[in-house]
């Protein structure tokens, strides 16, 4: 259908849900999915249309929208179809996905209060949508099965054997493997429970609005346990959540559930791990169709962070499936993966220095980074009454501070790491050295490290190492990460 078509099926729904002229249209990403988004706006009204070329595909969700809205669960609201249902519109929630708004964390690891906050009232809304999103819901309409079943398991761990495993090179037998398959399914299918299962659920299909979440492309959903959502959440794959936040998020999650039924804790724990374990291998089955076979470079980008979780979950126990646990701990040791590594926190070493003694080496390999030279500002060691002190002592940042030529100087130095530090988070370097030397490493290159290893720690919240070398002290800035940490 050409794009005219489909803007003149959309203007119409627009016009007769706002009796508003349209007066523009703006086509939006739509990652991997195959409907296509476009935001509608008057001068008062903003509205989504969306084609989808599934028309079973279109119905489920449209059925699953109107009864999520009327349950008062977090969702876009359905205005209205096309006769033929490719075409609907529904509610503008904005332009911020989850993945986004936790976007610093997920790059650094180091998740601040506001994302943490997000992030719990998402899992405390998953079990509302989980359990009121069932109640009364007639699951035929599921599309493209009502139930979550052992052909829908073995339909996933048969993606991951064709679409990664077998890409790998990795040799195996594979009726043994598909001994452990069936094995697996038992287990995951002896968790039946009335409930809705929203199968994709992750960051990407969250969106934020005045800071709380809203659900989107729950189309895909259908009857099924609790813990496959759980796993899917908290183990996304480029979510970086560290053990502690999975934990936090579990707990959150646990206790909201607990409002609508009985929770045996223990019991809810151990059959999770089985289904982080199912999804993480679902996961590596569509990263490796969409990337090796459709050659999208996201999914391909994605596969290193989804190998780490499942070095992680292979520390667990699971006696059911020794063969399986056998190929997986081969696979993630192979080559080309072990050359692959998830990116790890920033750490910042900050030097003071006597230029005297040399320009402090680089232990990292990355052969050093910044060398401010403090030697052109006002010496207080030139002075006797300052001879015994250092760049810490009140006296001397007292003289530095009044003279005022330092604090021009470091404004100048903050504003080139600033711009470098920002950038080496963006790209997931994991070590930067800064180092400011004078002439004999006492005074003015002490108090510049001082404030460097404090600006830097204050403004990005990342580990930093602070070395005053020929004072032989040293000081640990944590990162935001740990001090949070420490506090809970």
Not at 187 to 204: A, C, G, K, P, V
Request: hydrophobic residues 35%.
């Amino acid at each position: 259908m050409t794009q005219y078509n489909i803007m003149t099926e959309l203007e119409t729904l627009f016009k007769q849900q706002t009796n508003e002229k349209l007066l523009s249209k703006e086509e939006l990403s739509a990652s991997g999915s195959n409907r296509r988004y476009f935001r509608l706006e008057s001068k008062n009204t903003t509205i989504i249309g969306v084609e989808g070329t599934s028309i079973d595909e279109n119905k489920a969700f449209i059925a699953m929208a109107n009864h999520f809205y009327k349950q008062g669960l977090p969702v876009p609201q359905f205005f209205a179809a096309t006769d033929d249902w490719r075409f609907y519109i529904q509610e503008d929630l904005g332009d911020i996905l989850l993945f986004d708004y936790i976007a610093e964390g997920r790059k650094t690891g180091v998740f601040h209060e506001q994302e943490k906050e997000i992030l719990r009232k998402t899992m405390r809304k998953l079990s509302a949508v989980q359990v009121l999103g069932a109640t009364d819901f007639d699951f035929s309409v599921c599309y493209p099965q009502p139930e979550f079943n052992e052909r829908s398991i073995l339909w996933d761990l048969n993606y991951f054997k064709y679409c990664f495993l077998k890409s790998t090179g990795l040799d195996f037998q594979e009726n043994r493997l598909e001994d452990d398959f069936s094995k697996l399914s038992e287990i995951l299918l002896r968790s039946h429970t009335n409930t809705f299962m929203y199968r994709d659920f992750q960051s990407r299909n969250v969106m934020v609005k005045n800071d709380e979440p809203y659900f989107i492309d729950f189309q895909g959903g259908r009857k099924g346990p609790l813990y496959y959502d759980v796993a899917s959440f908290i183990w996304q794959a480029k979510a970086h959540y560290k053990s502690e936040l999975r934990e936090e998020l579990l707990q959150t999650y646990l206790d909201s559930l607990k409002e609508f039924m009985p929770v045996d804790e223990d019991d809810f724990r151990e059959q999770l791990k089985h289904f982080v374990l199912f999804r993480t291998l679902q996961v590596l089955g569509a990263y490796g169709f969409r990337g090796y076979f459709e050659k999208k470079p996201h999914f391909l980008q994605s596969i290193p962070y989804a190998l780490e979780n499942l070095r992680s979950i292979l520390q667990n126990k699971f006696s059911e499936y020794p063969y399986l646990l056998e190929i997986l701990k081969k696979m993630t040791e192979l080559k080309q993966f072990r050359e692959v590594s998830v990116r790890k926190p920033l750490v910042v070493k900050v030097y003071s220095f006597s230029f005297k003694k040399g320009i402090p080496q680089d232990d990292s390999g990355n052969g050093g980074g910044f060398v401010f030279d403090c030697r052109a500002v006002n010496n207080p060691g030139k002075y006797e009454r300052y001879a015994h002190s250092t760049g810490l002592d009140e006296s001397v940042k007292q003289f530095l501070e009044e003279d005022g030529e330092i604090l021009h100087f470091l404004e100048h130095a903050f504003e080139l790491m600033d711009a470098s530090i920002k950038r080496y988070k963006d790209r997931g370097f994991t070590n930067l050295m800064i180092s400011f030397g004078c002439t004999g490493g006492q005074h003015r290159s002490v108090y510049s490290a001082q404030k460097a290893a404090e600006h830097i720690n204050r403004e990005f919240g990342v580990e930093v190492q602070l070395i005053h070398r020929e004072q032989n002290k040293e000081e640990l800035f944590v990162s935001k990460n740990q001090t949070d940490n420490l506090i809970n």
